[in-house]
Nanobody, 128 residues
């Protein structure tokens, strides 16, 4: 079991930047955060939850991004501090959504169904 708590959301003007952070705590004996793939998803009002970015377990050798954020967002993990972050640059109004941190037991995936543990979400609002 993994408990996830996001922070860093807020309101920003288009073109600005925000950095989201997610504190993770593992509750399964013998497992550390290194053995979970970590990802960020988002959900705008009236829309399905969608993938944003993912980083593979271990040292995070592999990352994957949604086309809509590629080149603007960057995901990173710190297995010592037990955190995963999402640096968001050149934000657009269409990035407005609740952003969720998630963890899964697969080595590397970006399929929402493969993520078993979710945070409560943090709101990001980008004004034009």
């Amino acid at each position: 079991q993994v408990q996830l708590v996001e922070s860093g959301g807020g309101m920003v003007q288009a073109g600005g930047s925000l950095r989201l952070s997610c504190d993770a705590a593992t509750r399964t004996f013998g497992r550390t955060l290194e053995t979970y793939v970590l990802g960020w998803f988002r959900q705008a009002p009236g829309k399905e939850r969608e993938f944003v970015a993912a980083v593979s377990w271990g040292g995070g050798d592999f990352t994957h991004y949604a086309e809509s954020v590629k080149g603007r967002f960057s995901i990173s993990r710190d297995n010592v501090k037990n955190t995963v972050s999402l640096q968001m640059n050149t934000l657009k109004p269409e990035d407005t959504a609740v952003y969720y941190c998630a963890a899964g037991s697969r080595y590397y995936t970006w399929n929402v169904g493969d993520f078993e543990y979710w945070g409560q979400g943090t709101q990001v609002t980008v004004s034009s």
